[in-house]
């Protein structure tokens, strides 16, 4: 099957963000005297933007006020940390230059705060078309503002367009858009959840997401 159209999410779809995601949130967590949070707590944490992330982090009883003081200094580390340990997953940068040379349209929409998505990309992935993260204006996933917005700028059509992404928030996102999903199993979510939620298609690895998005072998 081939697509004209093809929106990514980011982090646990095109990048493993974990570490560094983690690594700012407990260096919140101490500078607010919190408990400190595991790998696999972030991991379970992420996906509905950073404000839900440091919610999670945080204990249940925490004031809005503390919560977006906790916010602002997560956004100020992170911005010099993003890059530490993050890459690609095996292949993913591979497949972004293929379908770029069968001018088939890509965009990427997160969660993600947008300027941090946006450094990310440009050190990652030139060849993306279109890339938009959490900012005022749009609805936040798995509202289908951000992926219809970027299939328009793209120059697309839902149509023949898909969204590729890791969570049960992308699974959402896409319905909410009448677009077909591609679930990946090497993000952050367990493969288990993902499949009892019945994603259109699931992959194990980059090859397969390649034959189902274009028809060919990485």
Known sequence: MKFETVIFDLDGTLLNTLDDLCDSANYVMKMFNRRSRSIEEVR???GNGLKELMRKCLDKDIADEETERCLAEF???YAMNLNNKTAPYKGIKELIVKLSSMNI???????????ALKSLCEIYFPQIGFAAGEREGIKRKPAPDGVLYAIDKLGGNVNNA?????????????????LPVISVTWGFREAELLKSLHPDYIVDNVDSLCILLTGEKL
């Open 44 to 46: 379970n944490f992420v």
């Open 75 to 77: 956004k100020k580390h």
């Open 105 to 115: 349209k890509t965009g990427i929409v997160s969660n993600k705060a947008d300027a």
């Open 162 to 178: 898909v969204y590729v992404g890791d969570s049960e928030v992308d699974i959402q996102t896409a319905r909410n858009a009448r």
